[in-house]
């Protein structure tokens, strides 16, 4: 298995091709017929994987790429300037574009999640006995080992974040105990769904693929999904 232009371009194709024609037919309820909301998400990983890994497979057969894929293959093929004996080619010059870039919003938005994330690691527990009570209903003691609840006025609207160190950050607000009941289970599913994970995992694609305008299509279609996912699991 090998990663050539060739195998990089029909992934880019083929994938794009599968991420609007998904996010028409989920828009039509077309693939909700055919799929649970998991299916759906599992789908768009699994696009998000292979454009992770552009590679030729074994039994991969190389076809005409058509006039747009020769003009393509022309212009990054061609050579710029030789450098101590090396050929500098267009796509060299896109490949370390690529990198910097990527390197740039990678390191940034990594800083800017350990930050969030310090700062409300740093927040103690509540001890509002309510809202304590109404996660002891919903999760069992081994469950909810690792949650905790943090009522902050820093957040405006109900959150979850922490992959390990889990926290379900609740408004400083007046909610009725159905309220919050909703509130927690809400984000209880959110947390035992392993969603901040899969979040995590599609902004990173995300920004490795900065370049390619359909994973935006995409990142925002799986954020609805799993949005979608969750109230079906609270309403059931």
């Not at 090998?2 to 599968?18: K, L, P, Y």
């Not at 649970?36 to 890994?53: D, K, N, Q, W």
């Not at 500098?88 to 010059?93: A, L, T």
């Not at 927690?184 to 995590?200: G, P, V």
Request: hydrophobic residues 45%.
């Amino acid at each position: 298995m090998q990663i050539t232009i060739f195998s990089v371009w029909m992934t880019f194709v083929w994938c794009s091709i599968f991420i609007v024609l998904c996010y028409i037919l989920r828009k039509r309820s077309v693939l909700l017929n055919l799929s649970s909301m998991t299916g759906i998400i599992i789908l768009y990983l699994f696009c998000l994987i292979r454009l992770a890994v552009p590679v030729e497979l074994p039994w991969t057969k190389v076809v005409s790429g058509g006039s747009l894929y020769n003009f393509l293959y022309q212009i990054f093929g061609c050579e710029i300037t030789c450098v101590a004996g090396h050929e500098i080619y267009v796509y060299h010059i896109f490949v370390v574009a690529w990198g910097v870039v990527m390197a740039v919003l990678l390191m940034r938005y990594l800083i800017q999640y350990h930050r969030v994330v310090s700062y409300f690691s740093e927040m103690e527990k509540t001890e509002d006995t309510e809202l304590n009570n109404i996660l002891d209903e919903i999760c069992t003691d081994k469950e909810k080992r690792n949650i905790k609840i943090v009522q902050t006025a820093a957040v405006e609207v109900p959150c979850c974040i922490g992959i390990f160190e889990k926290r379900i950050l609740i408004p400083d607000k007046k909610y009725s105990r159905e309220e919050l009941h909703y509130i927690i289970l809400h984000e209880y599913t959110h947390l035992d769904n392993k969603d901040i994970l899969t979040i995590q995992l599609i902004n990173i694609l995300c920004i490795v693929f900065w370049w390619n305008p359909f994973v935006y299509i995409l990142k925002g279609d799986m954020y609805q999904s799993i949005e979608i996912r969750c109230d079906q699991t609270v309403t059931k």
